[in-house]
């Protein structure tokens, strides 16, 4: 009897010491801060409306997020693991990504040391492996690629995604993605698919990623449970009138197909970087009216073609300093062009190592014609577009991670 009680006992604790190696963890981040526009528009580009705009905007250095992180020990280097995230917008409460609970991340997976495969809503593998090579650390989103047009800035994620990324082998990692379109009758439609890799070795890093969508007015602009589409972005299906939030690509919204195609690198010198990328973002078979609405009649595509220089350096442990140049030419439908200039600068102050304060200035200025057939005018990433051809933008924020 006493033999078996002993056993009984080191058996429960053999359970506890495997359980002891898993963990549910709650982190999150606050990001909020006071912005001053020089130029939006307020009734319309046609009704030359504008005015300057003072207001707070809270997630642009990072977004404002609270999740929880699940590892499992399987044993024999397997792992278990799932991610739950949520966003919000702190100024208001409401939640972000059109409303849903975890609309950041939501998915589940095996890891081990070949590499991970995760189901659910994710990010692509444009964030994982081109995303740091752009001026993002510094700066956040409204120092992105004009709308976020290549999603390196993680605008949108993806839906019902199969994702594998592996570990790093001799410096290489590789990923690949694939959405289920979930249409019956019709596998390819709504479906998203992508792949990428990346290189690292001493003070170099060099990523490339690709991404394809299908019907990306649902696929990608739609992606949020109350999307609804790139025809939010003002369009509309009979007037292009009213201030209109995404000009350089809302008139895209009836493409049969989205391609990305993006390479960046980092290059590390003392306690600087510099940093490069490239993106060609093709909208493919213009005029498909069951993926969107094409009030202006397209046809045939558009591309839209950004390169980005920057550079970076913690010039003391506590403080970095960055600025950058973003250029982005769109060969539009209807044989139109559109040019996109936009300098920034920005610095970082760490309070601790959870709390910062930071300040961006951004200037853009456009020229041409855009998506709409309109003028071109400046449309910093996330806010509403100018009134002409220059939009200038200052901020002043603070972040805290917990």
């Known amino acids: 009897m006493k033999k078996r009680i002993v056993a009984a006992t080191l058996l429960a604790l053999g359970v506890q010491q495997v359980y002891a190696q898993s963990s ?14 020089n130029n939006v528009q307020t009734a319309g580009k046609s009704a030359h409306g504008k005015a300057s705009l003072v207001f707070l905007s809270s997630g642009v250095l990072q977004g404002d997020r609270w999740g929880l992180r699940a590892i499992e020990d399987l044993g024999g ?32 997976g095996l890891g081990s040391s070949v590499g991970t495969v995760t189901l659910g809503r994710q990010y692509d593998l444009l964030l994982d492996f081109i995303s740091p090579t752009t001026s993002a650390l510094w700066g956040g989103s409204y120092v992105a690629h004009i709308s976020d047009i290549d999603n390196l800035n993680n605008t949108y994620r993806v839906n019902n995604a199969l994702k594998f990324k592996s570990q790093p082998v001799g410096g ?9 379109g979930g249409v ?13 890799a990346s290189y690292a070795f001493g003070s170099l890093y060099v990523g490339i990623g690709y991404m394809n969508a299908r019907d990306p007015n649902v696929s990608v602009y ?15 299906a009979t007037t292009l009138a009213g201030v209109q939030g995404n000009p350089a690509v809302s008139g895209y919204a009836s493409a049969h197909s989205k391609g990305i195609l993006a390479i960046g690198g980092t290059y590390t010198i003392g306690t600087g970087k ?47 300093l960055g600025g950058g140049y973003v250029f982005t ?35 853009q200025k456009a020229s041409g014609t855009d ?10 990433n996330g806010v509403t577009p100018s009134s002409s051809d220059c939009q200038m933008l200052v901020r002043l924020g603070i972040r805290h991670k917990f």
């Open 172 to 180: 290489v990692t590789i990923g690949a993605m694939y959405s289920l």
């Open 274 to 320: 510099i940093i490069a990328n490239y993106s060609n973002v093709r909208f493919k078979g213009l005029g498909d009216v069951s993926a969107g609405p094409n009030p202006l009649g397209y046809g045939g595509s558009a591309t839209l073609n950004t390169a980005e220089v920057g550079y970076y350096q913690y010039v003391t442990p506590t403080l970095l």
């Open 222 to 236: 739609g992606g949020n449970p109350s999307g609804g589409g790139a025809k939010v972005n003002n369009i509309g």
């Open 24 to 37: 549910v963890t709650l982190y999150g981040l606050i990001d909020d801060g006071v912005n001053y526009i």
């Open 77 to 108: 280097g397997l792992q278990a693991i799932g991610v739950l995230e949520s966003g919000w917008d702190l100024n208001t409460g409401a939640m972000q990504q059109g409303g849903a609970q975890f609309g950041r991340q939501a998915f589940i």
């Open 184 to 196: 019956a009758g019709d596998v390819t439609r709504n479906q998203l698919f992508g792949g990428g």
């Open 371 to 380: 998506s709409t057939g309109q003028q071109a005018v400046a449309s910093i």
């Open 329 to 363: 030419k769109a060969n539009n439908a209807g044989g139109n062009l559109a040019k996109y200039h936009q300098g920034q600068i920005g610095a970082d102050y760490f309070l601790s190592k959870r709390t910062d304060l930071y300040a961006t200035l951004v200037f």
